[in-house]
């Protein structure tokens, strides 16, 4: 394992019992990640890409094989020490945004600063929205945000921990094309300012063109697509 990988995967198998029988729906699994890459994983609806996401964050656990996250074994932790790991190396952005609507734009950003603690969260989090271009939305709820704005915010949220690994499921999905484009410009931005690695789930063949790897999920298994 190489010591510049921030997350080795290997071997790694899911399956799930159902009414018709074990549905496979990860097949040995390898790869690794380095600071500042960049990797599209595309396919189609049911292909397993959200569920590789889930198992790299630890939310969901694997059959068999391993996950190591800056060379941590992720599922030799106990559930508690996986959530901390979590907290403080990875981050998330949804399709949907997942925004507390009872919330301005500023304390959702302000949210995973507090939650660890950081006594400058509001100094911090006013800084990332003025970097993602929201310096005037600050006190802002999400129901009066348009979806572009709202999707900037949940970046923003992402990054303002410095994680070392962002996992992006269909960031884009809900977005028409400009402002979809607008916004992976941006991850794309913030990803080589501050070092994060990037892991972008999406159906958008141009969106994956923007990464420096892409990855083709089909029935569980992963495969390597040059550009």
């Known amino acids: ?12 198998n899911k399956s799930v019992v159902d009414a018709t029988g074990q549905l496979q729906i990860l097949c040995d699994i390898d790869f690794s990640l380095n600071t500042r890459e960049t990797v599209a994983i595309v396919g189609a609806s049911g292909s397993g ?11 969901d656990k694997p059959t068999s094989g391993t996950v190591h996250i800056l060379n941590t074994d992720l599922f030799s932790l106990k559930e508690d020490d996986r959530a901390a790991l979590r907290a403080k190396h990875l981050a998330f952005v949804f399709q949907s945004f ?12 302000m949210l995973p600063l507090e ?18 271009g929201l310096q005037d939305r600050l006190h802002h709820y999400p129901k009066v945000l348009s979806g572009g704005e709202q999707q900037r915010v949940a970046l923003a949220r992402a990054f303002v921990v410095s994680p070392a690994i ?46 420096q790897k892409i990855w083709v999920m089909e029935q569980g298994c992963l495969s390597l697509q040059s550009h």
């Open 98 to 109: 997942q925004l507390l609507g009872s919330l301005t734009a500023l304390e959702n950003v």
């Open 49 to 59: 890409k959200s569920t590789l996401l889930a198992i790299i964050a630890g939310l």
């Open 115 to 132: 939650l660890a603690g950081d006594s400058h969260a509001k100094k911090i989090a006013t800084e990332m929205m003025r970097r993602v």
């Open 166 to 211: 962002l996992l992006a499921d269909e960031p884009t999905g809900s977005l028409d094309h400009a402002t979809g484009q607008s916004v992976l410009k941006l991850m794309m931005s913030l990803n080589k300012e501050l070092g994060t690695a990037l892991i972008l789930v999406t159906h958008d063949l141009q969106l994956s063109q923007q990464c």
């Open 1 to 12: 394992m190489s010591d510049s990988s921030l997350i080795v995967v290997s071997k790694l």
